[in-house]
């Protein structure tokens, strides 16, 4: 089974409230068994818009990484982030 992936893409521009985000947000991280693979860290953006935020979560299927975003858990988490910042995020199937 093709594992799943949360990739997300931020601007932070209150970090005391995206941190309490991103501390929540392990709940739900941990119940559908994801693992961070790339959280912040140095980056070039080489072509497009990028940002300098980017996160990887990787979730043993994409069911769970879907789980992971609907769930309540990560609902609460993602109420703590309002005014914050701004994030695209999407899930995507490995192969």
């Known amino acids: 089974m093709p594992k799943g992936y949360v990739i997300a893409h931020a601007t932070v521009t209150d970090t005391e409230k ?3 985000y991103v501390a929540k947000s392990k709940i739900a991280l941990d119940k559908f068994e994801g693992k961070p693979i790339v959280r912040g ?4 953006i080489v072509e497009g818009n990028g940002v300098a935020r980017n996160v990887v979560l990787e979730f ?4 769970h990484a879907i789980g992971y975003a609907t769930s309540p ?3 609460e988490a993602k109420a703590l982030r309002q005014g914050a910042g701004s ?3 999407t899930i995507v199937e490995g192969v």
């Open 87 to 89: 994030i695209d995020i």
């Open 73 to 75: 858990e990560y609902a």
């Open 41 to 44: 860290g140095k980056c070039q």
């Open 18 to 20: 995206w941190g309490q």
């Open 60 to 63: 043993p299927s994409y069911e």
